[in-house]
T-cell receptor
Framework: EAQVTQNPRYLITVTGKKLTVTCSQN?????MSWYRQDPGLGLRQIYY???????DKGDVPEGYKVSRKEKRNFPLILESPSPNQTSLYFC????????????????FGSGTRLTVV | KNEVEQSPQNLTAQEGEFITINCSYS?????LHWLQQHPGGGIVSLFM???GKKKHGRLIATINIQEKHSSLHITASHPRDSAVYIC?????????????FGQGTRLTINP
């Protein structure tokens, strides 16, 4: 089954304790992205990757890191989590068309609900 | 003002009613997406539009590029359609590699 797999689904952690949220897709998609969803603010992009070893900041990158060493994986790293990073996180992937042509839809992971205390 | 505005924010209807959710945006776009977020939190992509109209089962999505407006229609609504529906656009500005999301419309269909 074609899917984006995020782990864990739920995580409670303490301030300052490094954590990684994993994201893996089995569709050979080039484009992957991380979003956070907060009440009243909707979904906002954290980081995205156009392909292996190509990553760039989205709208709210502060406090996050990503890497794209393999096409299928795009982990989100919180080096020193803080309570304001408590949120619902989504990873998404897409088989992008060339240039700016949007040819394909997005597949989203099931989400990771993170609480930082 | 948000770049993507949805209306209404909340909508409650009876089973069988025809539903319309609207999305207006203020930037040039290369595509518009309609997403469905289930009560459990998962997000499913419903449609991607760059022009015209698309239909999938009881769902119809339309877009008017000149007016910067899109609508999502649900015919013969059912309680299982209850979800948050999110409009998202990909700006056509050079280098834009992101989606800009609306705030979502919470739809509740009562039996």
């Amino acid at each position: 089954e074609a899917q984006v797999t995020q782990n864990p689904r739920y995580l409670i952690t303490v301030t300052g304790k490094k954590l990684t949220v994993t994201c893996s897709q089995n569709m050979n998609h080039e484009y992957m992205s991380w979003y956070r969803q907060d009440p009243g603010l909707g979904l906002r992009q954290i980081y995205y990757s156009m392909n292996v070893e190509v990553t760039d900041k989205g709208d709210v990158p502060e406090g996050y890191k990503v890497s794209r060493k393999e096409k299928r994986n795009f982990p989100l790293i919180l080096e020193s989590p803080s309570p304001n990073q408590t949120s619902l996180y989504f990873c998404a992937s897409s088989l992008r068309g060339r240039g700016f042509i949007e040819s394909y839809g997005y597949t989203f992971g099931s989400g990771t609900r993170l609480t930082v205390v | 003002k948000n770049e993507v505005e949805q209306s209404p924010q909340n909508l409650t209807a009876q089973e069988g009613e025809f539903i319309t959710i609207n999305c207006s945006y203020s930037v040039g776009i290369s595509a518009l997406h309609w997403l469905q977020q289930h009560p459990g939190g998962g997000i499913v992509s419903l449609f991607m539009l760059s022009s015209g109209k698309k239909k999938h089962g009881r769902l119809i999505a339309t877009i008017n590029i000149q007016e910067k407006h899109s609508s999502l229609h649900i015919t013969a609504s059912h309680p299982r359609d209850s979800a948050v529906y999110i409009c998202a656009v990909r700006p056509s500005i050079q280098g834009a590699q992101k989606l800009v999301f609306g705030q979502g419309t919470r739809l509740t269909i009562n039996p």
